[in-house]
């Protein structure tokens, strides 16, 4: 994991940015791919390290943690939820969701800013 850098004055999560590499990630790990109950692992633990690294590299003060869930595509739908207790004006989440004809992922992105 790369060093940790301190970031210029920005404030606040901004959850577009998130939104943004994690798509980049996702296409690039499950782009073109289809379901495959060996790969999950592998994909999975691609996407949570590929989506932390580029974050990190953003230079913001920021703890992240990121999961991942890819399951195959049914008629019975997928459902997560998530709640969270902390400062609104600073700290932030955003949700990916990605699907193709065979799976459905889901990366959630959760951004606690660092105060020194």
Same mark, same amino acid.
């Given at each position: 994991m790369e060093e940790y850098h301190r970031p210029c004055d920005e404030v606040g999560f901004i959850a577009d940015e998130a939104h943004n590499i994690v798509k980049e990630c996702i296409d690039?790990? %499950?782009g073109g791919e289809d379901y495959n109950h060996n790969n999950i692992n592998q994909w999975t633990a691609s996407i949570v390290e590929q989506s932390l !690294?580029? %974050?990190?590299?953003l230079g913001k003060a920021y703890k992240y943690i990121v999961t991942c869930a890819v399951v195959q595509r049914s008629a019975y739908g997928f459902h997560? !939820?998530?709640?969270?207790?902390?400062d609104t004006t600073s700290d932030g989440t955003c949700t990916v969701r990605w699907?193709?004809?065979t799976m459905n992922c889901i990366v959630n992105v959760f951004a606690i800013a660092i105060v020194l």
């Open positions: 690039g790990v %499950l !690294a580029h %974050l990190v590299k997560t !939820a998530s709640s969270c207790f902390w699907e193709n004809r």
